[in-house]
């Protein structure tokens, strides 16, 4: 049996499925292990899902807008 916490559609934007994992990136800064899965079906577009295009900041990926979230959280907590 497998649980999902989120399954998005081929009308999602990348923000969509940021947001949907956001509260993993924020329990990492936290110290939290955490994982995000991407799962489908061969050129389903997990790949761009993940890493995203280079043409617009809209379409950023996963990698980098995890790493965005991480970055801005380290230097909060530091300016604290």
Same mark, same amino acid.
């Given at each position: 049996? @497998?649980? @999902?916490? &989120? !399954?998005? *559609? ?7 499925? @940021? ?8 329990? !990492? &800064?936290?110290?939290?292990? *955490? /994982? %995000? =899965? &991407? ?5 389903? #577009?997990? /790949?761009? /899902? =993940? @890493? ?8 950023? #990926? +996963? =990698?980098?807008?995890? +790493?965005?979230? +991480?970055?801005?959280? %380290? &230097? ?5």
């Amino acid at each position: 049996t @497998f649980t @999902f916490d &989120a !399954v998005h *559609g081929p009308r999602s934007t990348q923000a969509d499925v @940021f947001e949907s994992v956001k509260n993993i990136v924020e329990s !990492v &800064a936290e110290g939290y292990n *955490g /994982t %995000i =899965v &991407a799962y489908g079906q061969t050129g389903s #577009g997990k /790949t761009h /899902t =993940v @890493f995203g295009n280079d043409d617009s900041t809209a379409n950023v #990926g +996963l =990698v980098e807008r995890c +790493l965005q979230a +991480l970055f801005r959280s %380290i &230097a909060m907590s530091h300016a604290e």
